[in-house]
Nanobody, 116 residues
Framework: QVQLVESGGGLVQPGGSLRLSCVTS????????MCWYRQAPGKERELVAG????????QYADSVKGRFTMSRDNAEKTVYLQMNSLKHEDTAVYYC?????????WGKGTLVTVSS
């Protein structure tokens, strides 16, 4: 059974930082590219970052380049999203995504709220 469990969201002031984690199970993590998406209120879900099996190169949405860093730990079957210099417009539910076993899998998401 494939599972993706996000954590690390919360309320943070503009300019602050958060680190999201996504713990996975049920598939060959080390052989699977992983992505982070987000969905802001009233908007469509958008790709934030994607990391290949090898861990490099990592692709980022233009809106987060230079502020967010995605990484993976194949031994822990976990991906991370380090978010720095957070802005109001980063407020969203952040989802972990994997295309594994010929299906697209999503976690339940973790809410990030950037507000003063």
């Amino acid at each position: 059974q494939v599972q993706l469990v996000e954590s690390g969201g919360g309320l943070v002031q503009p300019g602050g930082s958060l680190r999201l984690s996504c713990v996975t199970s049920g598939f060959a993590f080390s052989l699977t590219p992983m992505c982070w998406y987000r969905q802001a209120p009233g908007k469509e879900r958008e790709l934030v970052a994607g990391i290949p099996m090898s861990g490099d190169p990592i692709q980022y949405a233009d809106s987060v380049k230079g502020r967010f860093t995605m990484s993976r730990d194949n031994a822990e079957k976990t991906v991370y999203l380090q978010m720095n210099s957070l802005k109001h417009e980063d407020t969203a539910v952040y989802y972990c995504n994997a295309y594994a076993l010929l299906k697209n899998y999503w976690g339940k998401g973790t809410l990030v709220t950037v507000s003063s």
